[in-house]
């Protein structure tokens, strides 16, 4: 199934989340849980010594240097390397008839860590992952006694650093491995996929497919669709196939196609949401017209008679869902909209006058130039209009061709640029590629 909307994470947006990420690791590391060491070790011209460590805390880690890549076909690499770790813990000797105790400090250098993230999908469109290989190697462990016979310690310090490099290294794939199936899988079966926009429309973004690995970025394929929530139907038409381009200078790029616009149109049309009234308080005081009889009177003249000086206001409705297509060049987009024109009584009643059909011969996208979001997104040249009912008897609607580009030039168009994404903090960039938008930015991340 072709996806409604993909986003791609590239090596930049990974670089980016590894930065932010990073201290949330040294804290998951730094709460490892070691075991105590015990055993015994035979120390030339003293004889068998028996050794315990206990209580073995971790004091710090810390990384240094820590890179994540995308693998094609398998997920995320994550590779981390010269980091250290400070530890403390409590010893106790025996050998012979002598017994002592005390505490020890342990320095653990450059250690090297690499982890494989094999990302997928379920039945469901939610994500999976798991840890096919995980490697740790440790250079070098110091550990330093404290205590009366220090100069005993010594003598058999690299057996218990070779077996605390050996646990270590054991531990942190350990605990990566329960980590990702405890907590992260566990996390991504929980995650929806659907969302409620409000009380009336949902949308749905599974994953029509498995996250896509390449060398230089991860990509997801979502389904994108709108849907009301009293009833979902059918959408009458298939996603078109999407050519996302090799763009990887930003962070994060998102492609919504133009079935995830019309699917929107769709769901709003069939909720009847697609309704919006035009009325005088919503004319800019700057745009000298006055929304009653007596200026369309100079057009209707049986106004004049039937309802002089009235207040009036316009009802506008979608006859049928708004369908876009997206091109390199932009987006066309043509409505169809029926006008109500009624005239408001002095007991606030509505008179229906007469219902126009409004086409338009030419709606679209601004240039979509680098950092032009700043302008309104549609843009409306010519409408077309025509009767299609009347109570005032007929008239030449040519005439109101001025009248009714004031009304949606001024007051619809820029109600519905608000509806639309704007400018936002990141630096990001717009343009139009075959059968869907692509919306490219640099994030940056705002703890709570």
């Known amino acids: 199934t072709n996806p409604g909307f993909v986003v791609r994470i590239t090596q930049a947006g990974l670089d980016y989340a590894q930065e932010q990420g990073i201290a949330i690791l040294e804290k998951e590391l730094a709460q490892l849980k070691l075991p105590d060491i015990s055993g015994d070790s035979r120390v030339l011209r003293v004889g068998k010594v028996h050794y315990e460590l206990s209580r073995l805390r971790l004091r710090d880690f810390q990384l240094p240097y820590s890179r994540i890549t995308p693998i094609s076909n398998v997920g995320l690499q994550v590779?981390?390397?010269n980091a250290f770790a400070e530890l403390d813990g409590d010893w106790r000797v025996k050998f012979l008839f002598i017994r002592d105790h005390g505490s020890f400090d342990l320095k653990v250098e450059n250690i090297y860590i690499k982890i494989l993230l094999r990302l997928g999908s379920d039945t469901t469109g939610r994500p999976t992952i798991s840890t096919p290989d995980c490697s740790a190697h440790i250079s070098k462990v110091r550990v330093l006694f404290s205590g009366k016979l220090a100069w005993l310690y010594n003598l058999f310090h690299r057996v218990i650093e070779s077996r605390l490099r050996k646990i270590l290294e054991d531990k942190v794939c350990d605990n990566v491995a329960k980590s990702v199936h405890n907590e992260l899988q566990t996390y991504m079966r929980t995650l929806p996929v659907t969302a409620k926009i409000d009380n009336k429309f949902g949308i749905a973004y599974s994953l029509v497919a498995p996250p896509r690995a390449t060398a230089q970025s991860l990509d997801a394929d979502l389904k994108g669709e709108f849907y009301s929530l009293a009833h979902r139907s059918p959408v009458p038409f298939s996603p078109l196939p999407l050519a996302f381009p090799s763009d990887h200078e930003r962070m994060v790029y998102f492609g919504a196609s133009s079935y995830f616009f019309n699917t929107a149109g769709i769901a709003y049309h069939e909720a009847g949401a697609l309704v919006f009234e035009i009325t005088e308080a919503m004319i800019p005081k700057d745009v000298e017209f006055k929304l009653d009889t007596s200026v369309f009177s100079a057009f209707i003249p049986q106004l004049e008679e039937m309802y002089p000086n009235m207040p009036m206001k316009f009802r506008l409705s979608a006859p049928t869902a708004p369908f876009l297509t997206i091109g390199p060049g932009g987006i066309s987009f043509q409505p169809i909209v029926d006008a109500q024109a009624y005239a408001i009584l002095p007991n606030s009643s509505l008179a229906p006058l007469f219902l126009l059909s409004l086409v338009s011969s030419d709606t679209a996208c601004g240039d979509g130039a680098e950092g032009s979001l700043s302008s309104p997104l549609l843009s409306l040249c010519r409408i077309?209009?025509?009767?299609?009912?009347?109570?005032?008897?007929?008239?030449?609607?040519?005439?109101?061709?001025?009248?009714?580009?004031?009304?949606?030039?001024?007051?619809?168009?820029p109600h519905l640029n608000v509806q639309l994404p704007g400018p936002v903090a990141a630096q990001r960039f717009l343009s139009f590629s075959q059968n869907f938008l692509l919306l490219g930015a640099d994030v940056r991340f705002q703890p709570r």
């Open 79 to 81: 590779s981390i390397s």
């Open 384 to 413: 077309r209009l025509s009767l299609k009912d009347s109570a005032v008897g007929t008239f030449q609607v040519r005439m109101m061709q001025s009248l009714m580009n004031i009304l949606t030039s001024n007051v619809l168009l």
